[in-house]
């Protein structure tokens, strides 16, 4: 079966320094793996994925992950965090050529100003 | 990017009575589609697959005659709660997956529904 870890309930960080969200996952075979951001009383905003190739992948709003095989991790990182970015991320995998996703439970960003 | 609509965006019904909840896949045609529930604070829990043509298969603990789940189209799921209550207030969230591979799954913006 999939899991996928997300170990910080809340991240804070102050507005210009850089932010990372954390998630680990278990899945057999090669993952297909997804961030994506949810704001109150709205639905999922797809980030990015990493299906396969470079290990960094690059998303929208200047954000991106870091998938390390070795760690199985996919950590969500951006350089400069705004307060705009204040919301909760979820980290979420499914297995290469299934449909199935599982979601982790889910990092409530605070960027401070 | 493929797009997934629901109806209505929040909904407000009383206890005992039922609603129904739409998924569309506007631009695209989903073999396959997924109902998720979440609660506050909590992560989005999938409740059933819904396969064009053919019953929708419930993960273990959703009540099947409680969660109607009707895929009539390639385009259209809809999701029935029927004789609802108060604990079913939850949103709803429905995907549709574009049934090639990589399979790519786009969700849709989610209902609020409130029972009273």
């Known amino acids: 079966a999939q899991s996928v870890a997300q170990p910080e309930d809340q991240v804070n960080v102050a507005e210009g320094n850089p932010l990372t969200v954390k998630c680990t996952y278990s899945v057999s075979g090669n993952p297909y793996l997804f961030w994506y951001v949810q704001y109150p009383n709205r639905g999922l905003q797809f980030l990015l994925k990493?299906?396969?190739?470079?290990?960094l992948v690059k998303g929208s709003y200047g954000f991106e992950a870091e998938f390390n095989k070795s760690q199985t991790s996919f950590h969500l990182k951006k350089p400069s965090a705004l307060v705009s970015d204040s919301a909760l991320y979820f980290c979420?995998?499914?297995?290469?050529?299934?449909?199935?996703?599982?979601f982790g439970t889910g990092t409530k960003l605070q960027v401070i100003p | 990017g493929a797009v997934v609509s629901q109806h209505p965006s929040r909904v407000i019904c009383k206890s005992g009575t039922s609603v129904k909840i739409e998924c569309r896949s506007l631009d695209f045609q989903a073999t396959t589609m997924f109902w998720y529930r979440q609660f506050p604070k909590q992560s989005l829990m999938l409740m059933a697959t819904s396969n064009e043509g053919s019953k929708a298969t419930y993960e273990q603990g959703v009540e099947k005659d409680k969660f109607l789940i009707n895929h009539a189209s390639l385009t259209l799921s809809t999701l029935t709660v029927t004789s609802a209550h108060p604990e079913d207030s939850s949103f709803y969230i429905c995907?549709?997956?574009?049934?090639?591979?990589?399979?790519?799954?786009?969700f849709g913006p989610g209902t609020r529904l409130t029972v009273t």
């Open positions: 979420a995998v499914r297995p290469g050529g299934y449909q199935k996703v599982t």
């Open positions: 990493y299906i396969t190739g470079d290990n």
């Open positions: 995907s549709a997956s574009i049934n090639r591979p990589p399979y790519e799954q786009y």
